[in-house]
């Protein structure tokens, strides 16, 4: 079933004291009062210019007439600049915000879609442009300290990745997903994410590697290659996780399929 987020007048200004907002707080008016024209969310993005293509980047209202360019979402934002975005639309706001926030990763998804897509391969999308949706979507780089970690992750032993492991001192989640946070709208929502992983200490450099490595084409060529991250788990983030039993228990901790297997992180020196 498709997700329908909530009007606006439906959220709760509570909702966005969640942790999953903290890194948007400085676009907090947009998230609580009257939706922002396009107008101003230009003006907060400042008009760069393409990390990947140089084109000059702005928002732009989605429009018939725009659509009637007949480019590709993706290939308009890489050629043209211009970012299609619906007005009065959560889903579009929190994908401006990634724009503002997560800009290196945005341009190198973007640059690695649009190169994709020339190909020209049958079908409607190949494992790589699904891969690069997933992300875009519901994505998280996570950033670790070192590996021992990932014994209980790749498991899917989430009382031993959230409860009896070190979690929240050796781990630090980059959200990307705008989807992600369309979801977290509503209270007691629990999104997994779909992450990507590097081994090291710095979140910056880590950023810049990894959307290093999927414009290269050397990440992201696979939906297999993302762990699933029950957000849910993280301190914070569901009301009920400060009992045992929710990392047993709720619907979001699923269990590993036999035949999954997961990339190496990427190491960031």
């Known amino acids: 079933m498709r997700f329908r987020s909530p009007a606006r007048d439906a959220v709760p200004r509570a909702v ?64 043209t600049g211009l970012i299609a975005t619906r007005a009065a639309n959560w889903h579009d706001l929190f994908n401006a915000l990634m724009w503002m ?55 899917h032993d989430w009382h031993a990745l959230f409860w009896c492991g070190h979690w929240h001192a050796d781990a630090q989640l980059v959200l990307f997903g705008h989807a992600l946070l369309e979801h977290l709208l509503l209270p007691g929502a629990m999104p997994v994410a779909k992450c990507l992983v590097t081994i090291g200490d710095d979140t910056a450099s880590a950023v810049q590697a990894v959307a290093d490595a999927i414009a290269a084409g050397d990440a992201l060529r696979d939906p297999a290659e993302l762990r699933p991250l029950p957000l849910a788990g993280l301190a914070g983030w569901h009301p009920d996780n400060s009992h045992e039993h929710f990392v047993r228990e709720a619907a979001c901790f699923r269990p590993r399929r036999p035949d999954r297997v997961y990339p190496a992180p990427l190491r960031v020196m």
């Open 101 to 155: 926030e997560r800009f290196a990763l945005k341009c190198a998804v973007n640059a690695a879609y649009v190169r994709e897509a020339a190909r020209g391969l049958p079908g409607p999308r190949t494992r790589p442009q699904c891969a690069l949706t997933h992300f875009d979507e519901a994505g998280a780089l996570v950033v670790l300290r070192d590996t021992s970690l990932l014994p209980a992750w790749d498991a």
């Open 16 to 79: 966005f004291d969640h942790p999953a907002y903290a890194p948007f707080q400085p676009h907090a008016a947009w998230l609580t009062g009257p939706w922002p024209a396009v107008d101003a969310l230009n003006e907060g993005f400042d008009a760069p210019r393409h990390a990947r293509s140089g084109a000059s980047l702005r928002f732009v209202e989605q429009t018939p007439a725009l659509l009637a360019d007949g480019r590709h979402y993706e290939a308009r934002i890489h050629d």
